[in-house]
Each structure stands twice: as structure tokens, then as C-alpha cells.
């Protein structure tokens, strides 16, 4: 399963049309918040692919749920924007979250700064902001072997 990780678009949708377009064999897109208006807009040009998103600290009067477990392709998924668990300070709080959830993918956005790591099982990706200067994104493929993280830039 190969998944497509975005956040903070902050209103400059362009650069996630043109990796969504890049990247038609994605299984789903997955939003880390801070541009609901822009992954609606995503939702309403590709209607055939799956989407994914939480609420941002910018996303005011978002009906999305601040954090989300997905299980997608054999991945257990915490994807949060991260602004709630304070990832501005240190991951220690989101490993924990996720830890707490059994999953195996962390998934956050807020800091803007892209990011993939790994720690004792848990997999933490962060797919930095897909808007400004040097947009980046994230693809996932997700297998029975495990995963592999990308980080991508535009």
C-alpha cells in the first residue's frame, strides 16, 4: 500500500495537487492538518482516492477530530497534527500517544521541518509542509516487510 502524507498547506493547495497528480498508484492521501480547506479541495478533484485528515492549530471551525488511528495496508496509524502533544518541545509526548495505541506509525505535522525516524517498532514521520519556500511531503509504502518512508521534496 503506498500512502501519501501531507501537512501544513496553510492555504497553497498547488504543490499537494501537482504530488497527488505525480503520484496517481497511491492507495490513500493522509492530511497532518493546518489547510482543511485545501485537502476538501483535494477531496473534491480526485474523488476516487481515499483521504485522511486531522484538524491543525490553524483549521478553525474544522469538523475534523484533532487525532486519528488508522489501520491501513498492516500499519497501525496515530496521525495527529501535533500541536496537542507539544511536538514544538520534543516527541516524547506523540511516541507516547502512539506507543499507547499499539501503533506503528507516527504521523505529524507543525513543526514544518520534515522528519523520519525510527524507535524501538515505532516508525515517526513528520512530512514537513507542503506550502512556502522548499515544500516536502512524504510517501509510505507499506508491504508485509515493513515500510519504507520517503521524504520528498517539490
Known amino acids: 500500500m503506498k500512502l501519501l502524507v501531507f501537512s501544513d498547506s496553510h492555504g497553497m493547495p498547488m504543490y499537494m495537487q501537482e504530488a497527488i497528480q505525480r503520484h496517481r498508484d497511491a492507495d490513500a492521501v493522509l492530511f497532518c492538518g493546518d489547510g482543511a480547506d485545501d485537502i476538501a479541495q483535494m477531496q473534491r478533484l480526485f474523488p476516487e482516492t481515499a483521504f485522511y485528515s486531522v484538524r491543525g492549530n490553524c483549521d478553525f471551525g474544522c469538523a475534523a477530530p484533532l487525532e486519528q ?86
Open 69 to 154: 488511528v488508522l489501520d491501513l495496508g498492516g500499519a497501525r496509524i496515530l496521525m495527529a497534527h501535533g500541536h496537542t502533544l507539544h511536538v514544538k518541545f520534543g516527541l516524547w509526548q506523540a511516541k507516547q500517544a502512539a506507543r499507547e495505541k499499539k501503533a506503528n506509525l507516527l504521523l505529524f505535522g507543525h513543526t514544518h521541518e520534515a522528519l523520519s525516524e525510527y524507535d524501538d517498532g515505532l516508525y515517526i514521520v513528520n512530512p514537513g509542509s507542503i506550502s512556502g519556500y522548499a515544500p516536502t511531503y512524504a510517501v509510505i509504502d507499506v508491504s508485509e516487510k515493513g515500510l519504507l518512508v520517503k521524504i520528498m521534496r517539490k
